[in-house]
């Protein structure tokens, strides 16, 4: 199903021109607009999908070897170092278009991209909280 007010339906479906790296009956790969480094690109898929929560199971396990093949040939092509695989589900999380995309993140050494937490200490407390509820 397309949300006929998803920016991301129109350019996943082609409504909006965009600068397209990959297409297939269910993806439509974009540079971002706003990159965090160049080659910044989102995996769409051309239905929607708010979030990872709602994708469907069939479209989930062709995203993460669409997000391999993607990596692995753009790694060659722009020269980068490494890449960030990076998904956000909700506000909380800094989703800001909620339909399901992943971000394709290439890395250059030194490149000041910041996409670092604080890491913390894991404490006992939420350790057994967790292992309890799982
Ligand atoms: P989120 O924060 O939801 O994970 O990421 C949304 C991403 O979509 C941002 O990186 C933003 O730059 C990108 N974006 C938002 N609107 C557009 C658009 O109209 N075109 C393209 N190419 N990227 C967009
Ligand atoms: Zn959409």
Redesign the pocket.
């Given at each position: 199903m397309k949300d006929k007010d998803c920016?991301f339906c129109k350019?996943a479906n082609g409504e909006i021109p965009?600068s397209t790296l990959y297409e297939d009956e269910d993806f439509r790969v974009?540079?971002?607009?706003?990159p965090a480094s160049k080659g910044h690109a989102?995996i769409l898929p051309k239905e929607h999908y708010a979030n990872l929560y709602e994708l469907d199971d069939r479209v989930a396990e062709k995203v993460l070897v669409l997000a391999k093949k993607m990596i692995t040939r753009l790694t060659g092509l722009l020269g980068c170092d490494g890449y960030n695989i990076v998904q956000?589900n909700g506000e909380a999380a800094?989703?800001?278009?909620f339909h399901f995309?992943m971000?394709l993140i290439p890395r250059y050494k030194d490149d000041g991209v910041g996409l670092g937490w604080k890491m913390r200490e894991l404490t006992e407390e939420d350790k057994e909280d967790i292992l309890s509820r799982i």
């Open positions: 920016i350019l965009t974009i540079l971002d607009a706003n989102l956000n800094g989703q800001t278009v995309h971000h």
